[in-house]
């Protein structure tokens, strides 16, 4: 459980800051547009 633990943090964390990064084009791209 450990080990999996371990492989899947970077990974997670991978999506996370690409959800995060995604998040603020879209939000750059309403201010542009507006």
Do not use: E
């Amino acid at each position: 459980m450990n080990s999996l633990q371990l492989s899947t943090a970077p990974l997670v964390r991978l999506l996370f800051a690409i959800g995060a990064l995604s998040s603020l084009m879209l939000l750059a791209l309403l201010n542009l547009i507006s």
